[in-house]
C-alpha cells in the first residue's frame, strides 16, 4: 500500500511555518500500521498541484491532500482536483448550509465569499467539518489499472487532525493489508538521556530488526519509543510487553506515564485519585505550570487556582511572604519559595501547595544568582519540600524545565 | 529559478522528528532571494530517491539534498547518486584524511564503517565538514540543455546548517539571477479570514504574478503574507510599501503587528511605551494569558501578577467577588467578569486588570450556557468593558482565542 501525503502552501516553502501538519499525519499513518512512501510540499500554484497528483497517482494508491481549502483566491486546491479529474465544481446545497451554520452558530453573517468553498469538484464525497467551514473531499476512482483514493482536508492544524483521525483514516485503514506496525512511548521525567540509557544495562542486546528502542529527549523529559514489527498484533503487543518490563525494572520510577499522556494529566489523575486539592504561587514561571494543569479537562475538581506572584509586592501581600526575609535572602532563595508554597496553601486552601522562583533569563541575573537559577518547594500538612534547580539561559526553556521539575515532585510526593 | 529541497529519512516519514531542516532551508534560501518551488520528504530507498532525482530535475535547476550520508547501511544517498548519474563510488583520500582527524582529534579511534563516507561518487566536487564526518557533495551539469547543479549535505541540523550556510548557499546565489524575493506579514486579530478580504474589497485587481498576498488564519488571529518578486530591492519593497499602505486604509484597527511580532509582544510594548502595569484574573484560561504575557523578556517592568480563580471560593476570597451576584448570575456572566478584572486591579494595584470567565469545555456546558460561552473583561481608571465571546468545543483552542481576544482589547484600548 503506497500512501503520498501532499501539502500546499507558499508559507510552508519559505520556511515561515514548519510542517507540523506532515509529521502528525506520519505519526498516525504509521500508528494505523499504513507506510507513507513520500512526503511533497508545493506552493499555492494551479500547475504545481496539478503536475504533482498526476505524479503521485504514477504509484500511490492513497493521496491526502491538505491545506487550500480556505475562502479565499489562494484557496486552489479545489480548482486543482476539478481541473486533475476533469470534471466541473458545482456548487453544494449541504455544504453551503453548513458553512452557513457555522457563522449561524456564533450570532454572524456569512460574508459573500465563503459561497465558494461549497463549490465541490463533481462527483466527490463531501464530508462535514464540524470545527470549521471548509469540508474535506474524498473519491476514489480507477487509474493504471488499480482502485485508488484521494482525501483532501483543510490546513488548519485542528481542523486537519479532527477530520483525519475520524473521517479519513477510518476510509484508509479499510482498505490497508495486515501488517502490523506497533509503538508504545514510555515516558520519563527527572532523568537524562544518557543517565537513563547507562541505567538500562544491556538493552541492546535484545533488539533487533523487528524491536527497537528510540530516546526521544525534550524540556527536561525523555520518551522511549518501543517499536515492533509483526505479523499479528498478539506477537507485536508480546514483545513490546518484555521489553516494557524489562525497563520498568531497571528504570521504574523515573516512568510517569505512555504514549500520550502529559506530566500534567498524569499529575491530575493522582490528585483526583487520592482526593486532593492543589493551588500553585508562580513568580519564573509567571503561569506556565496552571496553565498547563488547566489544559486537562475536569482539572476544576482538584485545582482550585493560583497566584502568579511577579513582583515583590504581590509576594508579600497576597501570599504572606515575609518581607524582612525576601530582603535578607532574595526572591530567588529556598526561604521565599518555601512561603510561597505555604501562601498558596493557605490562602486557597488547599491539601498542597507548590511555589517557583528563579531567574527566567535572558536578563536579570547577578554574579551570586545567575540565570536558570531557580528554587521550587512543594507544601502539604507534613511540611515542605524545597528543591534548586540549575537550568539555562533560555528563558522558555527554562520556564518549560521548571514546570516538568515542579510537576514531578507533586507525582513523587504523592505515589510515596 | 526553480528549486528543490528533497529530504530523505524513514523517521520523517513516520512522523517521529518533525522535519525543521526543510524549513530552515525554506527561509533561508528565501532570504538569498531563491524560491524553493518544491519540498520532497522519500524514505531511505534506493530506487525512491533515484526516482526523486529524475523527476525534480525534469524541471529544478538547483537541487538540494539532504541526509543519508552517514556510515550506516541505511545511508544510500552517495550510492543512489552515482546510480542516478550512471558513474561510480571512488575512494577519496582527502575526504578520508577528513573523518580520521575528526576521530584522532577526539581522541577516538576511526570505526571501519565510516571509511564508506569517504566513497564519492565519480567527478562530484566534496565539501570538506568541519562539524561532522559526513562530506557535502556539489555536481554541475548539463540536461534538458540547461545547467544544472546538485549539492548533497548531511541530514544532523547543525551540520547541514553549517554547509548550507557556508558553502552551498554561497554557490547557489553565484548562479541565479538578480530577482528579488520580498516578504511581509501583517498580523492582525478580532477578525475573521473571510470578513478581512471583503473589507479589503477589490484588492484582487492590484495582485499578479509578481505580487501577492495570502491569508494565513490560526487560533483567532489572520496573519496576511505579501510578497512581491522584483528585478531589485527598492522596486519589491515599494510594492509591498504600495499594497500595505491600501490593507492600513481598509483595516488598519486590526493589525497588530507584522512579522514576529507577537499580539502579547505587542501589548507588553504599548504597556511599557504607556508606562501602565497590568495584573490579570483568570479564570478558564487558567493562566495561559499570564504565561503569554510572562514569555516576554523583561515583562516583569509591566506585568505584576495575576489571580487564577478557578474555584468561585477563589473569585470570593481573593478577588472580591460578591457571593450574591455569582450566585444570581453565575460565574460566567458580565458582572463577574467585571468584579475580577476591577478585583485584580485593586488586589494588586495595577493600572489595568483584565479578566476571563466562561466554559472552556468540553464538560460543564448548560443549555444556557454552553461549552464556549465566554466573558472577558477590562477594566482601567476609566470603567470597564466587557465582551461575550461565543467559541467552539475544544478546550485549549478556547484557551488561545480567549487570549487573543483579551489581549487585543487591551491593546485596543491603549492606541485609542
Known amino acids: ?134 469540508a474535506g473531499l474524498w473519491y476514489t476512482f480507477e487509474r493504471h489499472s488499480k482502485t485508488r483514493f484521494i482525501a483532501a482536508v483543510p490546513g488548519v492544524p485542528h481542523e486537519m487532525r479532527y477530520l483525519v483521525e475520524k473521517e479519513i483514516l477510518p476510509r484508509f485503514k ?42 526521544l529527549p525534550s524540556d527536561g523529559q525523555v520518551r522511549m519509543r518501543l517499536t515492533s514489527i509483526m505479523p499479528d498484533q498478539d506477537k507485536a503487543k508480546m514483545a513490546l510487553d518484555r521489553l516494557e518490563a524489562y525497563i520498568r525494572k531497571q528504570v521504574g520510577v523515573y516512568i510517569y506515564g505512555y504514549d500520550d499522556d502529559t506530566l500534567a ?17 508562580e513568580s519564573c514561571t509567571g503561569g506556565h505550570v496552571a496553565n498547563e494543569l488547566t489544559n486537562i479537562s475536569g482539572s476544576s475538581e482538584f485545582f482550585k487556582g493560583g497566584i502568579i506572584a511577579y513582583a515583590n509586592t504581590v509576594k508579600t501581600s497576597l501570599l504572606g511572604v515575609d518581607d524582612e526575609v525576601l530582603k535578607r535572602d532574595g526572591a530567588v532563595s529556598r526561604a521565599v519559595a518555601e512561603q510561597m508554597a505555604l501562601g498558596a496553601r493557605k490562602q486557597l486552601k488547599t491539601d498542597i501547595g507548590i511555589s517557583t522562583t528563579g531567574i527566567a533569563g535572558p536578563t536579570g541575573g547577578t554574579p551570586e544568582k545567575p ?46
Open 371 to 416: 540565570v536558570g537559577n531557580v528554587w521550587i518547594c512543594y507544601a502539604d500538612q507534613d511540611g515542605v519540600k524545597a528543591k534548586k534547580l540549575i537550568l539555562t539561559n533560555d528563558r522558555l526553556l527554562n520556564k518549560k524545565l521548571t514546570n516538568t521539575s515542579v510537576l514531578n515532585q507533586v507525582r513523587l510526593s504523592l505515589i510515596s
Open 174 to 215: 479499510a482498505n490497508t493489508g495486515t501488517q502490523v506496525n506497533m509503538h508504545r512511548t514510555i515516558r520519563t521525567a527527572g532523568i537524562g538521556e544518557s543517565h537513563l540509557s547507562q541505567l538500562l544495562g544491556a538493552y541492546e542486546d535484545v533488539l533487533n530488526d523487528n524491536l527497537k528502542l528510540a530516546f
Open 1 to 134: 500500500m503506497n500512501v503520498e501525503v501532499i501539502t500546499i502552501g507558499d508559507e510552508i516553502l519559505i520556511g515561515q511555518i514548519i510542517n507540523t501538519n506532515a509529521a502528525w499525519i506520519g505519526e498516525q499513518m504509521n500508528l494505523a500500521g499504513i507506510s507513507v512512501k513520500r512526503m511533497v510540499t508545493t506552493g499555492d500554484v494551479l500547475e504545481d498541484i496539478i503536475h504533482q497528483l498526476d505524479e503521485a497517482f504514477r504509484d500511490a494508491e492513497f493521496v491526502l491532500i491538505t491545506g487550500g481549502l480556505g475562502p479565499t483566491h489562494d484557496d486552489i486546491t479545489r480548482k486543482a482536483l476539478a481541473r486533475f479529474f476533469g470534471v466541473d465544481l458545482v456548487f453544494d446545497e449541504e455544504a453551503f448550509r453548513n458553512i452557513r451554520a457555522r457563522f449561524v452558530a456564533r450570532g454572524r453573517n456569512m460574508p459573500a465569499n465563503n459561497r465558494i468553498q461549497a463549490m465541490i469538484p463533481e462527483g466527490f464525497e463531501v464530508i462535514a467539518n464540524p470545527v470549521g467551514t471548509a
Open 265 to 281: 494529566g498524569v499529575v491530575g489523575a493522582l490528585l483526583r485519585e487520592n482526593g486532593k486539592t492543589i493551588s500553585i504561587a
